[in-house]
């Protein structure tokens, strides 16, 4: 009977937090530059340009404890998968090899992927992205922060909308 409510206590809780799944498109106008970030990290003054002006379309399959991403530009498709509460997993990034974790923030709304690299170039970094839904499902908010080495942290907010589903 105690484990039955356990179960039945964990699928309701699952039940609570919003489904990231759809596809969204980076709205470059709503969002922050990523310049000051990219430059923090060791990025080349067309490697920021490039990411400053390259939209971006993101496809996400939200199921249970994964989401699996797969994201979209004319420069680059890439596909992730991340693991909701699996702990550290060691994980091959754009900045670097390092470590990584997702689990849900206190507020069981918002997921907090934490990332810990040793980029290719520059020195090590600690980086959070923050996702959130708003506007009822309609748009993506990813609060992200860099920290590096020396303490200093750099901040910028993506913002991206629902793109309808085809019918």
């Known amino acids: ?36 970030m990219l430059k923090a990290q060791g990025a080349s003054w067309l490697e920021r340009k490039l990411a400053g002006s390259t939209v971006v379309t993101q496809t996400v399959r939200h199921r249970g404890d994964t989401l699996e991403i797969q994201a979209k530009s004319s420069l680059r498709t890439s596909k992730d998968t991340i693991r909701i509460g699996a702990g550290w997993e060691e994980r091959e990034t754009e900045m670097g090899r390092g470590r990584a974790r997702t689990d849900w923030d206190a507020d069981g709304r918002t997921l907090v992927t934490r990332v810990e690299v040793k980029p290719k170039k520059g020195d090590p970094a600690a980086f ?19 920290r590096t080495k020396d303490g200093k942290a750099y901040k910028a907010r993506r913002i991206l909308r629902r793109v309808p589903e085809k019918k």
């Open 128 to 146: 959070t992205i923050r996702r959130s839904l708003a506007d009822d499902g309609q748009t993506t908010v990813q609060a992200l922060e860099l």
């Open 1 to 36: 009977m105690v484990m039955t409510t356990l179960l039945l206590a964990g699928v309701a809780a699952a039940a609570d937090h919003p489904d990231f799944s759809g596809t969204f498109k980076l709205d470059l106008k709503s969002s922050d530059s990523l310049d000051e």
